[in-house]
């Protein structure tokens, strides 16, 4: 395929990756604010779960399409995701249908059925957005496999994009109260990266092109890649989708999990490439660092934006700006620095930003802005490049290591990352409140466990029935100390990856300098 058929396919699937964007944050704005919660009489139980419906699926279709994707082919992939949004807003306007212009029992029944179609239609949405990573990362890296870093930071660039325009429409249509023009403008990137790719051929994959077997793509990700991504995926299954009445045991994903490693082991009597296990495992606190606390760093900014009286989206049109901006010029840092040097260089940055960040409890809008900036600098690369070093040093793992990895990253935040900062977040509070007052502590603390284990929280339901002023404050007084200090604590993610690609590059240097892999077209 010629050049200008390539430039015009990575835009098709550019497009597309904007669409997943904006179709992820807009969905979430809905769900968290206050439109879904009254229309539908959603508790904040029922918010979390219609929140996770849509992301869940995420990570695990990634993981799942990938084993096959190759198989059916990325045209099919492209038009699951098309037909994915066009099913879900279908749903989401029947759910709208549903609630309005009913009154009484009606409605009641009504609230029900559309939160039943919201839920449902989420987790159609999600594996439709994670099929588009499933086809996406493969096709750009097949067409410019000299230079896959680069490029795959470019369509990235495609992630933050839709986030801008999320927000841009939340600030435009805040006052609106008719939600389906918000998710129904899902349509136009859908259509329009629809009416591109549904026309172009779509390439084989580089590891089909270079006769590079399936079983030989298998042995790359191996028994220890399997345990990983199937035992993220087989978590996050055995949480949403048994009833808590059936009380299983928290073990119990490793039965299906044990069976898919051995069935690895079996056929493909390998434990998996080195060097991807060790991705894999940078991949998890890297992926925890960006997406986890990232999240909780928005929230900071979040305050003092309300206070000068802005809409605190433009939190997230300002953060996702500079992402998109730079991923774009990532070229010449990739060659100046090599893969690995720049990954490196972005873990002191990003822990740099969350220390200086942890200092900010008291600090004014422009000081936690700057703090922030460094922080978002450091992250932007994280993503697009680990995806690029792992392609460029693992191509015969075709789109199953590439996607993988990713797909693991994104579990991973779900299932541990974001656990772990709240244990992290409510053990510092706790801690800080018995040391201040321990009377009060014993008073409104409660022993809980998770899956990494127990740890004391306060309890919501004590704190309320409070009615001493001084006790509400010295509580309100520990969870910031508690939060900014738990903050500072989240630098040991960056320093843990920084460790680790020091060695990576130390590694490369002493085998004369960082060389993708490049396989022989057959």
């Known amino acids: 395929m010629n050049t200008r058929h390539n430039k015009i396919l990575f835009w098709g699937c550019f497009i597309a990756l904007i669409t997943t964007s904006y179709a992820f944050i807009s969905r979430i704005i809905l769900c968290t604010g206050p439109q879904f919660a009254m229309e539908f009489g959603l ?34 992939a492209m038009f699951f995701s098309f037909a994915s949004y066009l099913i879900y807003i279908a749903m989401a306007m029947a759910a709208y249908s549903a609630v309005h212009g009913v009154a009484g029992d009606a409605l009641i029944a009504g609230q029900k059925h559309g939160f039943q179609l919201l839920y449902w239609g989420s987790i159609i949405l999600g594996l439709g957005n994670g099929s588009v990573e499933a086809y996406a990362n493969p096709i750009v890296t097949t067409m410019f496999n000299t230079d896959k870093t680069k490029w795959l930071n470019r369509l990235h660039a495609g992630w933050p994009g839709g986030l801008v325009l999320g927000g841009l429409c939340t600030i435009a249509l805040a006052k609106n109260q008719d939600w389906r023009i918000v998710l129904g403008l899902i349509l136009i990137p859908a259509m329009v990266f629809f009416a591109i790719l549904a026309t172009l051929k779509f390439p084989k994959s580089e590891r089909e092109q270079a006769g590079v077997s399936y079983l030989a793509m298998l042995k790359e990700l191996g028994a220890f890649g399997a345990l990983v ?159 690029g070093l792992t392609s460029e040093q693992c191509p015969k793992g075709g789109a199953l290591t590439l996607n993988a990895v990713g797909g693991i990253g994104m ?74 200090s738990a903050l500072g604590k989240m630098a040991m993610f960056p320093l843990f990856t920084f460790a680790c690609y020091l060695a990576l590059s130390l590694f490369f240097k002493a085998k004369g300098g960082y060389k993708p892999v490049q396989l022989a077209t057959k």
């Open 43 to 76: 508790d904040k139980v029922s918010v979390g779960e219609l929140v996770g419906a849509g992301i869940w699926p995420f990570g695990v279709s990634i993981i799942v399409f990938s084993l096959f994707i190759d198989r059916i082919g990325y045209k099919v």
């Open 229 to 387: 991504g199937f035992g993220l995926v087989f978590a996050q299954l055995q949480q949403v989708l048994v009833p808590t009445a059936w009380h299983w045991p928290a073990w119990a994903f490793w039965i299906p999990t044990a069976i898919v490693v051995l069935t690895f082991v079996g056929i493909t009597k390998s434990f998996g490439r080195l060097l991807l296990a060790f991705l894999i495992i940078i991949m998890m606190p890297q992926a925890t660092t960006e997406l986890g606390t990232n999240g909780w760093i928005t929230a900071l900014m979040e305050d003092p934006m309300k206070a000068a009286g802005y809409n605190s989206a433009w939190v997230l049109v300002y953060t996702s700006a500079i992402m998109l901006v730079l991923r774009f010029f990532a070229g010449p840092l990739i060659h100046k620095f090599s893969p690995p040097g720049l990954l490196l260089t972005c873990s002191a940055l990003a822990g740099l930003g969350i220390l200086a960040l942890s200092q900010t409890a008291h600090a004014g809008t422009g000081i936690i802005f700057a703090a922030a900036t460094l922080f978002g600098v450091g992250i932007t690369f994280f993503w697009p490049t680990i995806l």
């Open 411 to 484: 579990l991973a935040v779900g299932i541990l990352g974001q656990p772990f900062l709240g244990y992290m977040q409510e053990s510092t509070t706790t801690q800080q409140l018995q040391a201040t007052n321990p009377a009060l502590y014993q008073q409104v603390t409660v022993k809980k466990d998770y899956l990494l284990g127990a740890y004391v929280a306060i309890d919501p339901e004590k704190k309320a029935a409070l009615t001493d002023e001084n006790s509400v404050a010295e509580i309100k007084s520990a969870e910031t100390a508690g939060k900014f």
